[in-house]
């Protein structure tokens, strides 16, 4: 018997215990081989903070941090001589992450922008982007937070896709106690804003959901939903990341349980299950010990794993050496393959800029997965 069409209220009871999830789970595995055969993916990349101060208040964050803590940027050389490490071990993305518009709330960053001749934070990542796709083999895709129209249309230029995680669709998590609380970026309906005009300028786009940081299931569901139906107008999704929370030392929610493996695996089926065989589904393989048993549920993908750089956003959470991945992968029955930080599937000229497209095809082969081309081995 074939499995039900996705549908929230089917979802909620899979996701709450009150269905068995079994079938859910056979399905998601289904659906991926369907679509992706056996061919697990990643992408080889640095990982450039290109600032780490931030604007936001995000309870269960230790990347932001004030100036005279941490809170920096990187210079235009710091920047690039990461890339240039990278492009030696056969990098091929530059993951370029950073705190929310940092000028609005630190004299220190405006005094940065203004020393360096940069109006805003996200214009130095333009200009950054630009200078990693103009002088390296390396493609960045940049993660800044919310993006305008027009700071969309310039990015698009020097980064063959953006992203920006929706985390969750709920307004309640900003209220007064909760994790999103005085945190504007964090605002889902500007978030969803900032997804739909990627996909109005036809962007590649990563997006995904953060489990375990006071949504309900409901709310868990709904954000998947919202995302399934921006990508039905745009088809503009390159994968959806399902990501796990894991409370911090240093953090208002480091007492706040992690969410179960059983709950987490669920909801990653879930996704599976929603966005159906095309999709891209990636969990993180740093932020599981056993990482290996997302694969029963459903993912095609492990995201960036870097040879090189660390994990700023959970530094505490190192990344399996590749060697490690391509064992657990292989193991498992699938094919472990380094993509770029665009997917196969958006690497045409519907979705890329010509110069960008020409780059990629440098770097690619004739199934536009990466190229890896090391010349060096620490
Ligand atoms: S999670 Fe992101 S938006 Fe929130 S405080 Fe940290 S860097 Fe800022």
């Known amino acids: 018997m074939s499995f039900p069409v996705p549908d929230p209220d089917l979802a909620y009871r899979l996701l709450t215990g009150a269905s068995p999830t079994e079938a859910l789970f056979g399905e998601a595995r289904r659906l991926r081989d369907e ?13 450039i903070p290109l600032t780490t101060m931030c ?11 004030p100036p005279g803590a941490g809170g920096v940027y990187m210079t235009p050389d710091e920047v690039m001589a990461v ?36 109006k805003s934070t996200l214009e130095y990542v333009q200009h950054m982007t630009e ?50 609380y005085d945190c504007p970026d964090k605002d889902p309906v500007a978030r969803m804003e900032t997804i739909e005009t990627a996909g109005r300028l036809s962007i590649p786009f990563t997006t995904g959901i953060l489990v375990g940081i006071g949504e309900t299931p409901t709310e868990i569901i709904e954000s998947l939903f919202a995302l399934a139906e921006t990508h039905k107008r745009h088809g503009h999704l390159q994968e959806i990341i399902v990501q796990n929370f894991r409370p911090k030392a240093d953090t208002r929610m480091r007492g706040v349980d992690p969410p179960t493996i059983e709950f987490f695996s669920t909801v990653v089926a879930l996704a599976r299950w929603i966005f159906g065989e095309e999709m891209n589904v990636q969990v993180p393989p740093n932020l599981t010990d056993d990482f290996g048993i997302y694969l029963d549920a459903g993912i095609n993908d492990w995201g960036g794993v870097s040879p090189l750089t660390i994990d700023w956003v959970n530094p505490e959470a190192p990344w399996p050496h590749l060697d490690h991945l391509r064992s657990i992968t292989e193991h498992a029955g699938f094919d472990l393959r380094p993509r770029l930080p665009v997917y196969p599937e958006f690497a045409n000229d519907r979705w890329l800029d010509p110069a960008l497209l020409t780059k990629l095809v440098g770097r690619a082969d004739d199934e536009a997965y ?9």
């Not at 604007?55 to 941090?65: H, I, L, N, S, V």
């Not at 796709?133 to 063959?160: I, W």
């Not at 990466?370 to 620490?378: G, I, P, R, S």
């Open 370 to 378: 990466a190229v890896v081309e090391e010349k060096a081995t620490t």
């Open 35 to 47: 679509g992706k055969g056996r061919t697990v993916s990643y992408s080889r990349k640095v990982f």
């Open 83 to 118: 890339v240039r490490a990278g492009e030696r071990h056969g990098c091929t993305e530059a993951l370029v992450t950073l705190g929310d518009r940092p000028e609005d709330r630190w004299p220190a960053a405006r005094d940065f922008l203004s020393d360096n001749g940069y």
């Open 131 to 180: 200078r990693i796709a103009g002088e390296t083999s390396v493609f960045p895709h940049a993660n800044p937070g919310l993006m305008d129209e027009e700071t969309q249309r310039a990015l698009r230029r020097s980064n063959p896709s953006l992203g920006l995680m929706l985390e969750n669709i709920s307004p309640r998590l900003m209220e007064p106690g909760m994790p999103h």
């Open 55 to 65: 604007r936001d208040r995000c309870t269960y964050c230790t990347f932001a941090k």
